[in-house]
């Protein structure tokens, strides 16, 4: 196999295709990380399926196959349809995902029509225009891939000199007009990104697929990073090596076309990102719930044993009475008995039987008072607006001040929410949360 890539790569046809595609992936995730930001997601699938009609109306008016007067009509119609998309939205009562999909219907359906016309009219044969449905990379040439390389590097050099004023008002739109941003401008000059993003990529992906190169980069990268400049280099990247790998994937697979290999390319990347990105895939995201659930689990236990001892004024503690306590699963309990038992907060008589140790009482004393303590804030939570706390967790006895503290003690006391068991020569939020360390 790689010595089948090593010949095609040979071949300077291969190689005016490679770049072609790798600077559409990179223009596309550069530009489609604004439009799922702003969420925009259809507003490239709108162009890209009214840009057809544009392909076949510059083929009748020349006569002729030429990308640039193809290019050109694509433009225009996908100007014209935003034009009306804006006009349905600000003039009726339909709303944006209802009006991209009147525009998308009615322009591809016109598309559709025209490229029939066109092809039941002796040259439509010749003329090629069906490979702007599902693209046709295989037929670039290099002037074809020169034009695209221009207009792609023009795009990255205004999204660079622009990066700020699109950073703002994709952010902050009001905010970007009350200090004076020419608003309409830059959603204007964003809009023609997007339109001139869709038209260099019709020739290689097609008006069914654009909108997936568009957006596919740009969602794969926003599951690595929250900050928006890594987010677009890392989309422009995803897209860049999709181009790539689908190019090459399709020299050495016969009938298949470079498009839709481009997508699924894309679409691969996109799962590993869903799956495998560290702070929002899907595995980070099961670590870190089932983590959670361990941690919640010894709490749970260790409150069990507390409430037992103090309820019942038990020292030795079965596994049955911690079990109608607080229902846990065996294998969390079990989970929960070595971490306790590991940090000597509980010790074990026999088979199912433990004693709450000294240090077990302190830390059962603390859970609970943090857990009161937390209902006291949520409960008040305006005359405390100033720790901004989100859970239990967050309430620190150790760094809060002395103030806030009685404050919060006297409410327990009030609402006779006090534990009932104090743990021997304690001194109250010195020794921090011990639980919280486990």
Known sequence: MLEAIFLQLQNPNTQWVLLGTMLLGIVSGVVGSFTLLRKQSLIGDAMAHSALPGVCIAFLLYGSKSLIWFLIGAAIAGLVSSFFIQMIINHS???EDSALGIIISVFFGFGIVLLTYIQHNGAGNQSGLDDFIFGQAASMVAADVRLISIIALILLVITVIFYKEFKLLTFDPQFAKGIGFPAKFLNGLLLLLIVCSVV???QTVGVVLMAAMLITPAISARYWTDKLSYMIILSGFIGGVSGVLGTLLSTITKGMA???????????????????APKKGMLAKALKQLSLRKKTAVEQILLSFYDVAVDENLREITEVQLLQKRKVSINLLHYAYDV???NAFIQKVSDRTWILTENGIHAGYELVLQQRLYEMYLMHEMDFANLNLRTKDDLNLGSISNETKDRLLTLLHDHDREPLLMPKSSNLGEKGMMINDL
């Open 93 to 95: 009562r339909i709303k």
């Open 200 to 202: 260099i990529g019709l």
């Open 258 to 276: 470079t498009g839709p290999l481009i997508i699924v390319a894309a679409t691969f990347m996109f799962l590993v990102s869903l799956i495998f």
């Open 340 to 342: 306790l038992q590991k």
